[in-house]
């Protein structure tokens, strides 16, 4: 086999030896650890809210202050995030291992505070507000979705390096 040929078959791994050990030595490890489930926890109780107002006009005021505080977790866990990014590859934000997690975390961004200037402005009814944090919502659920999977990849990466000992480059 040519050595080009082999080269293109070199496994690449989400984190190199020394990443992975930032990464297992970070405080910024465990913050993220801790954030994600309790926004995800904030997200279950605000939805829960904004359907509630959608279907019964009822609760206009619980369902707005759950999706501020959920906007609050939000930026929190995106700040403290590319922190992390910044210990773990270098650079705070669109390393190349969450490329594309990022691009799609501004999208969700830009949803909830687009909820947060339509509130502020009033340029929207309470229910299309609730609509468009439902939209936001959407966005999050798939953003999370790639941090799982991210997370499962690693941890497979994990599991069959330490079966075959072999290490990333």
Known sequence: ?????????????LY???????????IWTVIQGVLAPLQFLVFLISLGLVLR????GV??????ISILIKTVFL???????????KVVFGQYLFAEAFFWEDVFSFLVIALHLAYV????????????????A????????????Q???????????????????EAPA
């Open 75 to 85: 930026l929190t866990i995106m700040v403290t995030g590319a922190i992390w990014e």
């Open 147 to 165: 941090f799982l999977w991210k997370l499962r990849v690693a941890r497979l990466e994990a599991s069959k390096a330490a079966l075959t000992n």
């Open 1 to 13: 086999m040519a050595g080009s040929e082999r080269a293109s078959e070199k496994r690449v791994f």
């Open 117 to 132: 200037w339509a509130l502020w402005t009033s340029a929207l009814s309470p229910t299309e507000e609730m609509w468009l």
């Open 16 to 26: 190199t030896e020394e990443q992975r050990a930032r990464r297992d030595n970070s």
């Open 59 to 64: 609760g206009y005021d619980a369902a707005t």
């Open 134 to 145: 439902l939209a936001a919502y959407a966005a999050y659920v798939i953003n999370a979705g």
């Open 53 to 56: 107002y959608l279907w019964t």
